[in-house]
């Protein structure tokens, strides 16, 4: 009876290891589809990154405020810019799409011109390191351009350290939501250096 036991035992570890070698391979598998994928279709693995990466950190902008950060809603903010006298929903709308508009404009403009020249090699960890890499620039460009130069003159501040006078909190803010932007536009564009590279 202990050695039935044993023998059960030992087969269900067996099996359990063996299953979860099978999930592991399948896993790796789907990876190099997608990223043999994106090697072969760079402007559309670009362009859907950028597309899913500016929804995704816009929804967590929209949330940041209950979580004791600043809440960022660029989508009006553009529509301000945009539509200076629109109704609040014409600019939610209009600011919307062009704030969408930038998600895939910059995630192109990466991944045709920044991505190949920086100096890490395209892994999956070194390609999320290049648009994390992205997104600081992103942020510190919202801070020190976008808030004081567009932004705020929207709203009727004139300060060129609008985005550093606005506090801590804002600035920490800028750079989670930017740096989510980065994260996801690196997991969607994630090509080889060559197709059929399988690094």
């Known amino acids: 009876m202990a050695n039935d036991v044993k023998s059960v035992t030992a087969r269900a570890v067996t099996g359990g290891r063996s299953l979860e070698r099978d999930t592991r391979a399948a896993r790796d598998q789907v990876i190099h589809v997608w990223r043999d994928w994106s090697t072969q279709h760079r402007l559309l693995a670009a362009m859907l990154g950028g597309l899913v990466a500016v929804h995704i950190s816009s929804l967590a902008g929209f949330w940041m405020g209950g979580f004791g950060l600043t809440r960022l809603d660029y989508n009006t903010a553009n529509g301000m810019v945009l539509l200076p006298g629109g109704s609040p929903t014409q600019q939610f709308v209009i600011g919307g799409m062009s704030h969408y508009a930038d ?74 939501f930017h740096w989510l932007y980065g994260l996801h536009v690196g997991l969607i564009y994630n090509p080889y250096d060559r197709v059929g590279e399988h690094a």
Do not use: E
Not at 108 to 135: C, D, E, W, Y
């Open 103 to 176: 998600g895939v404009f910059f995630a192109v403009l990466f991944a045709l011109t920044l991505s190949p020249v920086m100096p890490l090699q395209a892994t999956r960890l070194g390609n999320i390191a290049k648009s994390l890499i992205l997104g600081t620039v992103l942020a510190l460009l919202a801070i020190f351009v976008t808030a004081p130069f567009v932004f705020g003159p929207a709203r009727g501040v004139h300060d060129s350290l609008a985005g550093v006078h606005a506090g801590w909190n804002y600035m920490l803010s800028v750079f989670i």
